[in-house]
């Protein structure tokens, strides 16, 4: 094999590639463990159990071939340049932040057997995972693209998934006390909320790789803000 710097680009453009199919799988599951809520279908939820099985061999794949690839350049004494170098480490992190994204579509799905008993859901809650949703393919797009401003707007979006959380939880409690939703549908309401906001969560996480991978800048939650503090310089188109 070649020691050269196209092999190394082409080795990280694989882990690229997989990274992202691996994106679409988790978004799948997202989508089919809402779904399965709301159409109550008790079989499409344990589909969404049996996808995860798929989820996690690739998150292994992927992690032993970036290791890999890694050792490999160790091996050769050569290394990897800046850019390659923050693709690998991201890649790695971003792989881990997706399969626990896809635990969270698990763990929604496995509420489907509580929800089955609820005639009437609160309105807020659909909105709610549709916007969870719609995080999640941003989220996914921007790491395809290396989207660096749509990565700011999953940044910005997790604040409104803790605000619908807080009106789930306001609204179920109303109607707990009108006698209108059983005890164990709200428990189930408000572990899917917080379920929601920890997917949210990782994919802000997510955000802030694809933007430091693409800007070269470190981003935070300071004091109900973020912050973006450039460290290096932005990676090369295609790197």
Known sequence: MPN???????????????????????QAVIEASFEAIFTRDLAAAQRVVEMDVE??????????????????ATGLGSRLDPSQLRWVLMIVKVNNELER???????????????????????????MANSVVGIIRDCVSSLDRLDPELARVVLLSEEAVLAFKKALIAETQKKLVAGTLEVD????????????VTAADHCTNIAEQVMYTATGKIVRHMEGHWEEVNLTEPAPPGA
């Open 4 to 26: 050269s710097n196209d092999y190394f680009a082409m080795e990280v453009n694989k882990l690229k590639a997989g990274l992202v199919q691996q994106g679409r799988r988790v």
């Open 55 to 72: 989820i996690d061999r690739a998150d292994v794949a992927l992690e032993k071939a970036a290791v890999a690839l890694l050792t490999e």
């Open 101 to 127: 994204i896809a635990d969270v579509g698990v763990a929604v799905a496995e509420e489907c057997r509580l929800f089955s008993k609820a005639s009437d859901l609160p309105p807020t809650f659909r909105v």
């Open 185 to 196: 549908v709200a428990s189930a309401l408000h572990d899917v909320a917080m379920q929601c």
